[in-house]
Nanobody
Framework: QVQVVESGGGLVQPGGSLRLSCAAS???????MGWFRQAPGKEREFVAA????????VYADSVKGRFTISRDNAKNTLYLQMNSLKPEDTAVYYC?????????????????WGQGTQVTVSS
């Protein structure tokens, strides 16, 4: 089992940057990790994920080229670097973990979730 806690959200102007962190307990290196987000009135959606076994990260088309997911197994921490932020990126961002989700872009495939951190992009 793993517990995750997000941090790093806040208010940023369009075009700005933020870096989210997700601190994890447990055997972090064995877990596939993902970032998801949920805007008011919308369903939770996939943002990015990286498998426990390494390999290329996967991104939603809406964030590709602007966001970068990374993990530091020595620090038990997952990151999401967000650049060129847009107002439509405004949402609560969640960190999620699971051992070997068959579909790493799917919300139901992850059993462990954080409480979320608010990101607001506005001038």
């Amino acid at each position: 089992q793993v517990q995750v806690v997000e941090s790093g959200g806040g208010l940023v102007q369009p075009g700005g940057s933020l870096r989210l962190s997700c601190a994890a307990s447990g055997r972090f290196s064995l877990y596939t990790m993902g970032w998801f987000r949920q805007a008011p009135g919308k369903e939770r959606e996939f943002v990015a994920a990286v498998r426990w076994s390494g390999g290329s990260a996967v991104y939603a088309d809406s964030v590709k080229g602007r966001f970068t997911i990374s993990r530091d197994n020595a620090k038990n921490t997952l990151y999401l670097q967000m650049n060129s932020l847009k107002p439509e990126d405004t949402a609560v961002y969640y960190c999620a973990a699971d051992r070997s989700p068959p579909v790493i872009t799917s919300v139901p495939e992850y059993r462990y979730w954080g409480q979320g951190t608010q990101v607001t992009v506005s001038s």
